[in-house]
């Protein structure tokens, strides 16, 4: 029987090796389970927008990260089908962003993940909606 911790560190593990994007946004993984992920992004001034606010392309990111984790901690290659975000609060240079990414629902090739976005005083400045496609394993990580 696998243990699905495992898998999911695994999982998490493989995808950090190749994953560019993750390493160059300074991204943290700081929890992965079975359908959960947690990471956090410290706002820096290179991520302004021309209003002097944390750009929602990262934010996005950031979000669009933590359902990749989630939705690929089961072991199987799963990528973006279709996702959503709703801007709620203005994010600030400096402010320590965290996406925490759950599990909505899981069937056959398909799932759907929620994630809340917040800053380190608790606003909630994003909600994203992903959903998943499970498709065939690459024959290698950065395929």
């Keep these: 029987m696998t243990d699905p911790q495992a ?36 706002v820096t001034p290179a991520m302004a927008n021309a209003h002097g606010a944390g750009h929602g392309g990262y934010t996005y990111a950031l979000a669009d990260t933590a359902f990749g984790y989630a939705s690929n901690s089961h072991g199987d290659a799963a990528v973006s089908q279709h996702c959503s975000i709703t801007y709620l609060a203005l994010v600030r240079i400096g402010d320590l962003l965290t996406a925490t990414a759950h599990e909505i ?9 929620d994630v809340r976005i ?23 990580p950065a395929a």
């Design 7 to 42: 898998t999911a560190t695994r999982s998490a593990a493989a995808m950090m090796q190749c994953d560019q994007a993750f390493h160059s946004l300074g991204l943290d993984l700081v929890h992965i389970a079975p359908g959960q992920a947690t990471i956090t992004m410290q």
């Design 105 to 113: 629902a899981r069937q056959g090739r398909s799932g759907i993940y």
């Design 118 to 140: 917040t800053a380190q005083d608790g606003r909630v400045v994003a909600e994203f909606r992903g959903h998943s496609r499970i498709v065939p394993a690459p024959d290698t």
